[in-house]
């Protein structure tokens, strides 16, 4: 990817929400995929090996897993326009069974690919500048934000642009593609964490200094996985023109000094810790000090050009107030819930963001059809200037729809699968593949993730639960983030059979937390009982507007774990 | 006495592939061949001849039973690997 160079005009054209390329950048990609083509012929033909194979095929976001090839495609800080989302659908249907996964990591993955068919899906994804490129090996992955990016009425920058920043600065970054393991960078562009930033080895949280300046506040070192690690801050307020100079300094200090020789100790979490924080941060305050300010320099110049490939929504005029919805919300109860958690508060007056829910009652955590996927770009065009986010919840985001709109698009919404007004709530299982298909598992999450969802399908009694984030890995790696869950769920292998270990207080807001352990694994029959134990205890202890999380850290492990043996 | 079938991926689309009674490979585990005790050591040598070719990869041993309707894997993995995605009726093996 080109670096940013000031002196390109900004495209323009029609698409807005989505970075634009220009000719470099695809010329770029051309390049890639043709050289990945010639790569997949010479291991067909056996010129090179699958020990020599291997390294170039994940450098392209494809994996070999249960029954297939897996490919992970990037969703640039999980952006897409309604023509790539199109596009998805359309490799879901001709090279894959018919549907994608969308992961916590706003990536989209299919699960049945076939090698000598994948050259022939990058130059396909090329087309509306997508690639899978990063997505796999020790690299610096793609960075993840807000769902809510560019949308949100809390929002002090707009994280999109300095995700990209950190995209290009970060793709085929010579000295930092072979890190001592894999980097991951979650960036956010308002006080409120909604991008999990403290369970990264860098988080960005945007905050304004004691004069009102925007800044950013640095965590380095969070992670899960085998060693759960909440980041710890070095800076407290780094100016915007700084950022890449800072992630330069940190990347090279942990580059230089992390562990090479241990893979289980290579993170930089690792690095941290046997550094001790301050020391740490010293190190990257000298690294930073050692820096040009101006090759690194985000001037105010620069960022605009970012900031202007991305083009501007043409927002109309509008009152905050809509009779329109009010009168909706009045008339129809179903809508009325719908929108008490599928909304989020937009910047723009008349506006609001609509989440559309993966988690249909009984289904698979984040997968979506080609025709799901089709009906909500369609949808996206419609109401939304053909935008469209992926929340690392593993929903997706229609992130601009004027409040008149809303009743319409919920009816449009209402077909299975998508429809189901339950963001934020017990049935809005963030789930891994799991041991059904994915090479690393230990145990099975989809299942389990069914059961529970089945148990509470009932709308009324999830909107009365409240707030409960349920997360669900199929095995250490974590990329459920079941660390974080309120309640987390890990699957273990316990003598040869799959069990499941509970953690309960777990959060990924500004007051991160690591659940705690509940006690022994369990069989998955048993999961749900447990789980519809632990919210009736919440719900007999819960004071008048306390969510799960504030009873759980107003009362304590203690008198849940009280509170379960003496029900048995 | 143990008994092993052999495994592995197809290199050019990944699918899954078991070592079959007349050599060769198949699709579909029904058809895959048990070997007892030592007898698993030629199978998987054989299985390795076909990495050399470029037709598999990743090949090795899978512990299993006899039942009453044929062969079953031991562990759940390999029951998945199988019968295919558990949480995907519609995507079972053919003969699982
Ligand atoms: S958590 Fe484990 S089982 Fe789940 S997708 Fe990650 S590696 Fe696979």
């Not at chain 1, 054209?13 to 970075?19: F, K, L, P, W």
């Not at chain 1, 200094?209 to 969070?222: K, L, M, Q, R, S």
């Not at chain 1, 990257?284 to 083009?311: K, Y």
Request: glycine share 8%; hydrophobic share 40%; proline share 5%.
């Amino acid at each position: 990817m080109d670096l940013i160079d000031i002196a390109r005009p900004a495209a323009g054209g029609a698409e807005t929400g989505i970075y634009h390329y220009d000719n470099l950048d695809r010329a770029y990609l051309a390049r890639r995929v043709e050289e990945f083509r010639e790569q997949v012929g010479r291991r067909l033909s056996g010129a090179l090996t699958e020990d020599e194979f291997k390294p170039l095929r994940l450098m392209n976001g494809l994996y070999l897993q249960l029954h297939a090839y897996m490919l992970r495609v990037a969703i640039p800080y999980g952006v897409l326009s309604g023509r790539q989302m199109r596009k998805l659908a359309e490799i879901g249907r001709k090279y894959d069974r018919d549907y994608g996964h969308f992961t916590t990591r706003q990536n989209i993955q299919f699960n049945w690919i076939k090698l000598e068919q994948t050259p022939d899906i990058l130059a396909e994804l090329a087309e509306v500048d997508i690639h899978a490129i990063q997505t796999s090996g020790n690299c610096i992955r793609n960075v993840t934000t807000d769902q809510f990016a560019g949308a949100a009425a809390d929002e002090i920058i707009d994280p999109r642009v300095y995700a990209e920043i950190l995209r290009q600065w970060s793709t085929d970054h010579p000295e930092f593609a072979f890190l001592p393991r894999k980097f991951k960078i979650a960036l956010t562009g308002s006080e409120q964490d909604r991008a999990a930033i403290k369970l990264h080895d860098i988080g960005v949280l945007t905050k304004r200094n004691a004069d009102g300046v925007p800044g950013f506040t640095i965590y380095v070192g969070g992670g899960l996985g085998r060693t759960p690690v909440i980041g710890v801050k070095i800076r407290d307020w780094l100016p915007v023109s700084d950022l890449l100079r800072y992630m330069e300094a940190i990347l090279r200090v942990y580059n230089a000094q992390g562990r090479r020789d241990n893979l289980y100790k290579a993170r930089i979490k690792i690095l941290v810790r046997e550094t001790g924080a301050e020391k740490f941060a010293a190190l990257v305050e000298e690294e930073f000090a050692s820096l040009s300010g101006d090759r690194f320099n985000l001037a105010p110049a620069v960022v605009a050009v970012i900031q202007a490939r991305f083009g501007a929504p043409q927002f109309a005029t509008l009152p905050e107030v809509s009779t329109i919805f009010d009168s909706a919300v009045a008339a129809d109860p179903d809508f009325a819930q719908w929108t008490r958690t599928n909304l989020h508060p937009h910047r723009v007056p008349g506006y609001a963001s609509a989440v559309i829910s993966l988690k249909p009652i009984g289904g698979i955590p984040g997968d979506a059809t080609s025709d799901q996927m089709d009906l909500v770009a369609d949808l996206a065009d419609r109401h939304s200037f053909g935008e469209i986010r992926v929340a690392h919840e593993q929903n997706l985001v229609l992130p601009h729809v004027r409040r008149d709109d809303l009743y319409p698009l919920w009816q449009q919404l209402r077909r299975p699968g998508i429809e189901t007004a339950n963001i934020g709530l017990v049935t809005d299982i963030i789930a891994c593949p799991g041991l059904d298909y994915c090479d690393l598992a230990n145990a099975r999450s989809i299942p389990v993730a069914q059961a529970i969802s089945n148990r509470f399908a009932d709308l009324a009694r999830q909107h009365d639960i409240g707030e409960l984030h349920v997360n669900i890995s199929g095995c250490i790696n974590a990329c459920a983030h079941h660390h974080i869950g309120h309640i987390g769920i890990l699957g273990v292998d316990k003598h040869g059979q799959e069990a499941y270990q509970i953690t309960l207080g777990g959060a990924a807001d500004e007051n991160a937390a690591l659940g705690q352990l509940l006690g022994s694994a369990i069989p998955a029959e048993q999961v749900p009982d447990l789980i519809e134990a632990v919210i009736g205890h919440y719900l007999a202890r819960r004071t008048p507007g306390e969510r799960f999380i504030d009873t759980f850290r107003r009362v304590g492990m203690a008198t849940f774990k009280e509170a379960l043996r003496a029900e048995r | 006495m143990p008994l092993h079938v052999v495994t592995a991926s197809r290199l050019r689309d990944g699918a899954i592939m078991w070592r079959a009674s007349a050599g060769g490979w198949t699709e579909h585990f029904p058809q895959a061949a048990p070997f007892p005790g030592d007898a698993i050591d030629a199978a998987l040598e054989a299985g390795q001849a076909d990495v050399r070719t470029q037709q598999v990869i990743g090949v090795y041993k899978v512990a299993v039973t006899e039942t009453r309707s044929g062969l079953a894997p031991e562990s759940v993995r390999e029951r998945i690997r199988a019968r295919g995605p558990s949480v995907r009726p519609d995507f079972m093996y053919p003969g699982a």
